[in-house]
């Protein structure tokens, strides 16, 4: 089993705001990182960092961390948005990666 | 433009090997890392481990230690994961990304993804 946690699925409506959470206890020494992928694609880097989006991600992507829970916040979502999104960071040994379990994102 | 080009898919028997290239191209290759992911059918993303592509450094999952080879060929920018002694739970598509190897997993560009399929 994943070490780092995340909600099975969430909702939003069209142009609202969606905040995705990933709890595990490595999130308090190391940052998280966030991918997003849709059906039969590759996943794409979203954030990683305290708040850091890589090149071509919109600015409605916002990262943050507090305790053992960092979060992926979406500021208006669009419908291109639907997806699934995944964190990662270190597992308990600080050797390793883990990636979250995975949040199913569905835009009404 | 970078691009990580995988080899085509794959279907093996159980007990097996099976070794997945990924062909790098637009930056220089010796100047970052490989990580290789995989995915089940239905399920999420796992982290299998990196290479450093200069000196062939590699981390690698605890639960894959010991059936796992991940390698590269500087001359041809090309990367390798070769996993043995397949079971039927290691179907999965495989995916090769770049990596800065940096304290938290930034994965920037990804392969294609190579299906691997373990069958009797």
């Known amino acids: 089993s994943s070490e780092l946690t995340q909600d099975p699925a969430v909702s939003v409506a069209l142009g609202q705001t969606v905040r995705i959470t990933c709890q595990g206890d490595?999130?308090?020494?190391?940052?998280a990182s966030w991918y997003q992928q849709k059906p039969g694609q590759a996943p794409v880097f979203v954030m990683y960092?305290?708040?850091n989006r890589p090149s071509g991600i919109p600015d409605r992507f916002s990262g943050s961390t507090s305790g053992n829970t960092a979060s992926l916040t979406i500021t208006g979502a669009q419908a291109e948005d639907e997806a699934d999104y995944y964190c990662?960071?270190?597992?308990?040994?600080?050797?390793?990666?883990?990636f979250g379990t995975g949040t199913k994102v569905t835009v009404l | 433009q970078v691009q990580l080009v995988q080899s085509g898919a794959e279907v093996k028997k159980p007990g097996a090997s099976v070794k997945v290239s990924c062909k790098a191209s637009?930056?220089?290759?010796?100047?970052?890392?490989i990580s290789w992911v995989r995915q089940a059918p239905g399920q999420g993303l796992e982290w299998m481990g990196w290479i450093s592509a200069d000196k062939g450094h590699t981390n690698y999952a605890q639960n894959l230690q010991g059936r796992v080879t991940m390698t590269t060929d500087t001359s041809t920018s090309t990367a390798y994961m070769e996993l043995r002694s397949l079971r039927s739970d290691d179907t999965a598509v495989y995916y090769c990304?770049?990596?800065?190897?940096?304290?938290?997993?930034?994965?920037?560009?990804w392969g294609q993804g190579t299906l691997v399929t373990v069958s009797s």
């Open positions: 490595s999130l308090r020494s190391y940052y």
């Open positions: 960092g305290k708040n």
């Open positions: 990662n960071s270190r597992d308990s040994s600080g050797d390793h990666y883990v």
């Open positions: 990304a770049r990596d800065p190897l940096k304290v938290t997993l930034e994965l920037d560009y």
């Open positions: 637009g930056y220089t290759f010796t100047s970052y890392g």
